[in-house]
């Protein structure tokens, strides 16, 4: 396998990652006053910083109520370990986890720090709806986003805007009956926003071309584009028919999901991937280009 470094990938990641870090100094900066305790602020966001970092992968696999899987937990899990170790293998990575989230959404996602510390999850209303070529293709995918590195700046990038989140969710707890010392309050919380939306629209921007990436990825790995295109097509069909209450459990997963679940016009608008449409295209031009070699 020829795998050649998405430089438009990387490039994309570290002026996102620069954009935030500079984000980050102001809001660390509006926060100094809301806390007027920089010890306070510094041991808040440094635990809540390492917890993230270091625990993703429990943290995404848990909020799916997914479980890691050994080759002997039956059929299904020793399908899973063969065909992501062999693809692995064509994709010079070590071995990732392999975990498995009991609901009927079908789809899959990647978790992880690094290439070493990384799992691969697949849900049971997923395994129902494609065959062994799809599976293959998704597998792939999930494998590029962890050998592209993104899921890992993914992590440290919803990080700020998790911060901000809290702040704007639970801030006007702290505030008090006088308007003046209600002021820092305000501000914290404004800011707060501001920042969440600025870095919600980064995040998100990132996330679409990552998913282009990572589609170019899996046909490398597998050979066969195809796959991954109707693996693609299927999951987006069988989409519609999963019930309301599956969709909503499982909406925070969104940016990590290979299908995103929302569909209406706002969550086209905010979304974390380019269209189905769209990306069957351009894998159904490489088909093209590769049966044309």
């Not at 975990?99 to 799992?119: E, H, L, M, Y």
Request: hydrophobic share 50%; with cysteine.
């Amino acid at each position: 396998m020829e795998w050649k470094p998405d430089w438009g990938l990387r490039g994309r990641m570290a002026f996102t990652m620069f954009l935030l870090f500079a984000l980050y100094i102001v809001f660390a900066g509006v926060l100094v006053a809301y806390f007027q305790n920089l010890t306070i602020m510094v041991v808040f966001m440094g635990t809540f910083l390492f917890a993230q970092f270091f625990f993703s992968d429990k943290i995404a696999l848990y909020s799916m109520g997914a479980h890691v899987v050994d080759e002997d937990d039956g059929p299904q899990a020793k399908k899973l370990h063969a065909m992501i170790g062999r693809l692995s293998q064509q994709a010079d990575l070590p071995k990732p986890k392999v975990a498995i989230s009991d609901t009927s959404v079908p789809n899959a996602f990647a978790t992880g720090r690094s290439q070493k510390n990384s799992a691969v999850c697949v849900t049971t209303g997923l395994l129902r709806t494609l065959d062994d070529d799809e599976l293959e293709g998704v597998l792939a995918h999930e494998l590029a986003h962890v050998k592209n590195r993104d899921v890992m700046v993914m992590t440290i990038a919803s990080f700020l805007s998790s911060i901000a989140f809290l702040i704007v969710r639970w801030g006007w707890f702290f505030g008090g009956d006088d308007n003046r010392q209600n002021m820092p309050v305000i501000v914290a919380i404004l800011a707060s926003l501001v920042v969440w939306i600025i870095s919600y629209l980064l995040i998100r921007a990132l996330s679409r071309y990552r998913e282009y990436s990572a589609d170019r990825g899996a046909a490398i790995i597998t050979g066969r584009p195809s796959a991954l295109a109707s693996a693609l097509l299927k999951i987006s069909g069988r989409m519609e028919n999963v019930p309301k209450r599956d969709m909503r459990e499982t909406s925070e997963m969104n940016a990590f999901f290979i299908i995103p679940i929302k569909s209406d016009f706002i969550g086209r608008l905010f979304s974390t991937h380019p269209s189905t449409e769209k990306r069957v295209e351009r894998l159904r031009d490489m088909e093209r280009e590769m049966e044309t070699i």
